[in-house]
């Protein structure tokens, strides 16, 4: 069974960073060298899921263009973990984030192209 689990969120000031993570099980053990994707994505109240980063198993990354300059993904396949460090952070960030994950793609921040998501982890920045 996939779980993905995320962690990190918080209630920051604006112009401060965090660090996700998401602990990923049952999902790359799967993979039999084949190629995967994985990505965050964020909610925020009354607005559509967008995209925010994505890497695949080659390393290859995709950033939203809004928030590429304040952002890096990176995995730890060691430690079957997803991380988004974002700084510079913006009231406008405030969102639910999400993991997700899929088997055979490249980086992509299409959503339904996901099949595995974990539950969320709230950021909140205050100005």
């Known amino acids: 069974q996939v779980q993905l689990v995320e962690s990190g969120g918080a209630s920051v000031q604006a112009g401060g960073s965090l660090r996700l993570s998401c602990v990923v099980s049952?999902?790359?053990?799967?993979?039999?060298?084949?190629?995967?994707?994985m990505a965050w994505f964020r909610q925020a109240p009354g607005k559509e899921r967008e995209g925010v980063a994505s890497?695949?198993?080659?390393?290859?990354?995709t950033y939203a263009d809004s928030m590429k300059d304040r952002l890096t993904i990176s995995k730890d396949n060691a430690n079957n973990t997803l991380y988004l460090w974002m700084s510079s952070l913006k009231p406008e960030d405030t969102a639910m984030y999400y993991c997700?994950?899929?088997?055979?793609?490249?980086?992509?921040?299409?959503?339904?192209?996901?099949?595995?998501w974990g539950r969320g982890t709230q950021v909140t920045v205050s100005s």
């Open positions: 997700a994950a899929r088997y055979f793609c490249g980086p992509t921040l299409i959503g339904s192209r996901y099949n595995f």
């Open positions: 049952g999902f790359l053990d799967l993979t039999n060298g084949g190629s995967y994707c």
């Open positions: 890497i695949s198993s080659d390393d290859r990354t």
